[in-house]
Every structure is written in structure tokens, then in C-alpha cells.
């Protein structure tokens, strides 16, 4: 059975910094895509960042790029998005997501999902 755990959300202020893990068992994700999504109230989830199975690729959504970093241990079956600069605005309950493909930014795709942290930046 797969199964995700994500950790590491929390309350932090406007500017501060958050490294969120993502644990996957159940199965070998070392072919497996990883990604990150995210779902703010009364909004759609969207897409956050994704690393390809063979760490050579990454993909950042727009608003995050230059600010999140998402990393990933095969060995460990672990993906990461370190979060730094946190803003407001990226207040929302945080997913990590796994598919048997190269990268993907698009959610419907991913065929795993964790069950969210949330994360709190307040101004």
C-alpha cells in the first residue's frame, strides 16, 4: 500500500523559512516523478514545484521560483521543498503528490497523494 507523509508545516512570519518533507512507502519511487501543490481556502489546488526521478529536471510554478528549492533522496524515498522568503500569500495546505512518469506539472496526472501539512505565513 503507497502511502505519503508529508511534515514540517507550521506557523511562521512573512520573510521566515520552511523545509517541508515528504516520506513515501509502500513501493520504490526511484522511477517516480515527485511534486508539490498546494490548496489555499476557497481556492483550487495548484501546482507548486515537481523534480524528475532522475533529480536532472525540476519545475517551479511561477510564483514560487527563486524562493522554493525541491529536492529530492531516492535512497530515502524522501522529496523536500524548502521554502524560504515566505509571503502571505503562500498560505495554503502544502501536498506532495508521486507518478510513474518523467516530470509533470499537472496534478491530475500524479497518481499518489500525501494527505497535506499546512502552512501559516502571517504579515
Request: proline share 2%.
Amino acid at each position: 500500500q503507497v502511502q505519503l507523509v508529508e511534515s514540517g508545516g507550521g506557523l511562521v512570519q512573512a520573510g521566515g523559512s520552511l523545509r517541508l518533507s515528504c516520506a513515501a512507502s509502500g513501493r520504490t519511487f526511484s522511477n517516480y516523478a515527485m511534486g508539490w501543490f498546494r490548496q489555499a481556502p476557497g481556492k483550487e489546488r495548484e501546482f507548486v514545484a515537481a523534480i524528475s526521478w532522475s533529480v536532472s529536471s525540476t519545475y517551479y510554478a511561477d510564483s514560487v521560483k527563486g524562493r522554493f528549492t525541491i529536492s529530492r533522496d531516492n535512497a530515502k524515498n524522501t522529496v523536500y521543498l524548502e521554502m524560504n522568503s515566505l509571503k502571505p500569500d503562500d498560505t495554503a495546505v502544502y501536498y506532495c503528490a508521486v507518478g510513474r512518469f518523467y516530470i509533470a506539472t499537472t496534478g491530475t496526472m500524479y497518481d499518489y497523494w500525501g494527505q497535506g501539512t499546512q502552512v501559516t505565513v502571517s504579515s
